[in-house]
């Protein structure tokens, strides 16, 4: 029975349950696609719990992590993707797909990701709500750039912000201010892994025909995919290793430029361009919890090692 509520407590255990679920149970998506939203904005209050009220004082010290995030995510990743993109794609709808993810921000699972991989969770934090801001400007800029149009709504852009990141840090505050916190904590992970899985079921299972259908179409799609996340993860590990950052850092600076608001960019391509512009945002998803599997692992793989025999 132990082992068995281990499972259910277990990161992986879970991300693994909500893919396999949405691939081959995920005709109740069209149900919990409402429950998204609220379950990123839980996730996310939960993960601001820890950090402390002091961060949030405008000072000197939010430069970094800003400018950190927007090269990280408009520059670097967003290359990545629309380079290899326009090598690799030449459906026209797949390569819309591939830069309406490179234009939009970093990934709100950003800062909880960070936080249950032992990152720097306000560095993360500040560099994500940089993100988002900067959007504001640079998304509609990548779109008129590469598509000839601007589709991003900054309004909409704004709501997100707001319901996601604003709202939620706003909810942690109240909470530690009432002392509601301290029997939260406790079962901060266990929150974070099942919110995660209803994100994640939501998602896979929307998408679920996809991955058994034309495989011969989204081979491209894999490689762009594939290189964007676990390939320029390792080179941003090593190079931030080579300057000599401290680890939680090197998690943070790396989740920033792999991880992209595909839920966004899914949202503007199936309203704007159609079911099949929507196919990359999809991919890229899938790829992103993969990829966070993988670190999980390493990291559950590391600790392991650290222990005293």
């Known amino acids: 029975m132990n082992r068995l ?25 069209a149900v919990t696609k409402w429950a998204v939203l609220p379950a990123l904005a839980i996730v996310m209050t939960v993960s601001t719990l820890g950090i402390p009220g002091e961060f949030f004082r405008v000072n000197r010290s939010m430069t970094l992590p800003i400018l950190t995030g927007l090269l990280m995510n408009f520059v670097v990743q967003a290359g990545v993707l629309i380079g290899l993109g326009r090598v690799l794609i030449s459906d026209e709808m797949l390569w819309t797909g591939i830069v309406l993810v490179a234009s939009v921000p970093p990934a709100v699972a950003v800062i909880p990701f960070t936080g249950l991989l032992g990152g720097d969770t306000a560095f993360s934090l500040m560099a994500t709500i940089g993100g988002y801001l900067g959007g504001l400007v640079i998304t509609p800029l990548i779109c008129l750039t590469f598509l000839g149009t601007t589709i991003i709504d900054p309004v909409k852009v704004l709501i997100i912000l707001g319901q996601l990141v604003i709202a939620p840090i706003v909810a942690s505050r109240i909470l530690i201010f009432l002392g509601a916190d301290r029997p939260i904590l406790p079962h901060k992970g266990t ?97 992103m919890i993969i990829y966070f599997m993988w ?12 222990e005293p025999s």
């Open 5 to 29: 509520i281990s499972c259910f407590r277990n990161r992986n255990f879970i991300f693994s349950l909500a893919i396999f679920c949405g691939l081959f149970l995920g005709k109740w998506a």
């Open 191 to 287: 929150i974070t892994n099942w919110g995660f899985f209803v994100v994640i079921y939501t998602i896979i299972g929307l998408n679920r025909k996809v991955f058994f259908n034309d495989l011969d179409v989204i081979a491209p799609l894999l490689v762009v995919c594939l290189s964007s996340t676990f390939l320029l993860g390792a080179l941003t590990d090593f190079v931030s290793g080579r300057l000599g950052l401290d680890p939680a850092r090197r998690i943070s600076i790396k989740l920033l430029g792999t991880l992209k608001n595909a839920g966004t960019a899914a949202g503007i391509a199936l309203v704007l361009f159609g079911k099949k512009a929507a196919l990359p945002a999809a991919i890229v998803t899938t790829f």
């Open 295 to 306: 670190l999980s692992m390493r990291k559950h793989l590391g600790d392991k090692r650290r």
